[in-house]
């Protein structure tokens, strides 16, 4: 897409209150997880046994309370958030980059190869995602790696439908016949003519993979296949808050509220980039 | 090289056609049938001459081409043969085809604003042809770039360079397409309506540039239109098309003097003369061209020809060679 696109974009995004404010929600919540913990005296790890169970409140060092080992929530909480938001970035990411691909190959090549490449989509869209997690659990044991390949697994499916869509109907444009007709490779055609134009909503699913994938692994970790003690990921301190919730509930909404409102940004402010788009397009 | 033989290939080369179509024919399968875009053409465009194609639209005239480049559409069969220099360029494999097209074999669509990729900018559009076809870095691509967009007389190619295909007017744009045409120093360009889309005065420009362009370099043109205004002003030898065949081929001057179809010399009397007195009505040839999906029976420009016999519906005329080399498919033509 040329520079005026995107400059409108930006134009008719900057008029949409509800996406200005969700981002500058996500842009303090991701600061607050970055350097957040430099302002706490207290680590995620350290139990003090001095302060089990401990309402939040100022008056000690523990601003959000501490769970039932006596760590700091406030930290734990934000290196919670922080390992959720590098799995939901990078995992977005490659599942983008791979969807992306396969999509423009198999809309832009067409015919037999594209068909056997949507089947190959249908049949993993239709597999039970959490039993083959879990297979692959058992297989190869708990590791990180896993966690990013499966969770990748979620993104790309759905996004390699919408590029291949799009993909089918820049390819009838004339433009590209004229760059077929000055001898452009297959893949040059694919990468530097087809897959531009077709960003503008591979951006907006992106934007709501992004939420979609953190939810996922907190499912994930609540389940007990993610991440690993003493790490946190808000999904496994999602899961310690609830065997707490009458006793000790801060303990379930420090990092549920913290979950809640990082997803609910990331979904409005995708909501405003696709409006954004979408005007453009109009 | 014995010196005998390298006289040999230089004379060969004058000798061999830049493009040699024998026998084309373009079926497309469809739904309810087949339908035949191109029913048996056979024409050449020798070394450095401008070949005009006139006829009208369905008459097949961008088909022949299509098939000539690789870009017939995936129901489409073509059949014959194509030769570009002596070699056959019809279902070649694309890989092998690239190298040829966009270099020795270009070609220049109708409507520059859709041909052009919208989100590139006007320079990366030239270089990456260099950069594909020439092995040049980028920064060398882009000076040639600039040497292309001077030799077009586009104004300001410094900074055209920097901008998108929708910055740039109809004219302009064409001027860039014309460039990336001509970066290679191509053997043959196959213009396909190169002013359709365009403003009359911008017509004329384009026209202009294109003469000029043809005194510069070396190379061939076929010059593909409807309009035979524009064809008139830089073709040296014209072809005829009506319902996928060739009609007529003559050399310009003699056609547009004496048109010895029929069809041709309707279509010249149908090009308003500011000389002539006011007319009441356009003349226009009357009736419609057959559609490509009925099959044929006799000569196809019966129904609308004034001079049509009984023998004309029942048998198709032949394209026979008549003297100065020229070409007609007529059992009654208007001059032998």
């Known amino acids: 897409m040329s520079g005026d696109l995107w400059r409108a974009?930006?134009?008719?995004?900057r008029t949409h209150p509800g996406a200005i404010i969700a981002f500058c929600f996500i842009v303090a919540l991701v600061a607050m997880a970055l350097i957040g913990p430099w302002f706490s005296p207290n680590d995620f790890e350290t139990l003090d046994w001095s302060h089990v169970a401990t309402e939040?409140?100022?008056a000690h060092s523990h601003w959000l309370g501490t769970d039932r080992l006596g760590r700091d929530l406030f930290v734990r909480t934000l290196e919670g958030a922080r390992h959720s938001l590098a799995v939901g970035l990078v995992a977005s990411a490659v599942s983008l980059s791979f969807g992306l691909s396969y999509g423009a190959v198999a809309g832009y090549v067409g015919g037999r190869t594209d068909h056997m490449m949507m089947r190959i989509i249908e049949i993993l869209s239709g597999l039970p995602l959490i039993f083959f997690v879990i297979f692959l659990t058992v297989i190869f044991g708990r590791s990180e790696y896993l966690l990013f390949l499966s969770i990748?697994?979620?993104?790309?499916?759905?996004?390699?439908?919408i590029v291949r869509g799009q993909t089918l109907s820049v390819r009838q444009q004339e433009f590209i016949e004229a760059a077929v007709a000055s001898g452009a490779s297959t893949a040059r055609i694919i990468f530097k003519h087809v897959v531009p134009n077709v960003i503008g909503p591979v951006i907006v699913y992106a934007t709501l993979t992004v939420p979609q994938i953190i939810l996922f692994e907190s499912?994930?970790?609540?389940?007990?296949?993610?991440?690993?003690?003493?790490?946190?990921?808000?999904?496994?301190?999602?899961?310690?808050?609830?065997g707490e919730m009458e006793a000790a509930p801060w303990i379930l909404l420090v990092p549920g509220v913290f979950l809640a409102v990082l997803l609910l940004s990331l979904n409005?402010?995708?909501d405003g980039l696709r409006d954004a788009f979408d005007a453009k397009e109009r | 090289m014995m010196q005998g033989s390298a006289n040999d290939t230089k004379e060969r080369r004058i000798m061999t056609p830049t493009l040699r179509i024998e026998n084309l024919q373009v079926t497309y399968a469809l739904a309810g049938g087949t339908l035949a875009a191109v029913r048996d053409v056979t024409l050449a465009v020798a070394s450095r001459e401008c070949l005009g194609i006139v006829g009208e639209s369905g008459s097949g005239k961008t088909q022949i081409f299509m098939a000539a480049m690789g870009l017939l559409a995936k129901n489409a069969q073509a059949s014959g043969s194509v030769r570009f220099d002596g070699r056959e360029i019809l279902g070649l494999a694309p890989k092998i085809l690239n190298r040829i097209r966009g270099s020795e074999l270009t070609m220049i669509f109708q409507d520059p604003m859709s041909s052009l990729t919208p989100h590139l900018k006007i320079g990366v559009q030239l270089a990456e042809v260099l950069v594909s076809h020439r092995d040049l870095s980028w920064g060398a691509a882009r000076r040639a770039a600039l040497q292309v967009l001077e030799r077009v007389r586009v104004p300001e190619p410094q900074r055209r360079l920097q901008q998108y295909p929708h910055e740039l007017s109809g004219g302009m744009r064409q001027r860039v397409m014309i460039g990336m045409s001509l970066l290679c120093a191509p053997k043959l360009v196959i213009a396909d309506e190169p002013t359709s889309a365009l403003d009359v005065t911008v017509q004329a420009?384009?026209?202009?540039?294109?003469?000029?362009?043809?005194?510069?370099?070396?190379?061939?043109?076929?010059?593909?239109s409807h309009d035979l205004g524009v064809v008139a002003g830089l073709a040296d030898r014209i072809v005829v098309m009506y319902a996928g065949r060739v009609v007529e081929n003559a050399r310009a001057s003699e056609l547009l003097r004496r048109a010895r179809h029929p069809y041709t010399a309707l279509l010249l009397k149908c090009v308003p003369n500011m000389a002539d007195a006011r007319l009441d009505r356009m003349p226009c040839v009357p009736g419609q061209a057959p559609s490509p999906a009925v099959s044929e029976r006799g000569c196809a420009f019966a129904p609308r020809c004034p001079r049509a016999t009984e023998y004309c519906k029942a048998e198709r005329p032949p394209?026979?060679?008549?003297?100065?080399?020229?070409?007609?498919?007529?059992h009654y033509p208007l001059f032998p």
């Open chain 1, 219 to 242: 499912f994930l970790s609540f389940l007990g296949l993610g991440i690993q003690e003493p790490h946190a990921s808000l999904g496994t301190l999602i899961a310690e808050g609830a």
């Open chain 1, 268 to 270: 409005i402010f995708g």
């Open chain 2, 319 to 330: 394209l026979r060679d008549v003297h100065d080399s020229a070409q007609v498919a007529c």
């Open chain 1, 9 to 13: 974009a930006g134009r008719s995004l």
């Open chain 1, 152 to 161: 990748g697994a979620v993104g790309w499916l759905t996004m390699a439908r």
């Open chain 1, 56 to 58: 939040p409140g100022m």
């Open chain 2, 205 to 224: 420009q384009i026209v202009d540039l294109l003469r000029a362009l043809r005194l510069e370099l070396e190379m061939a043109i076929v010059l593909i």
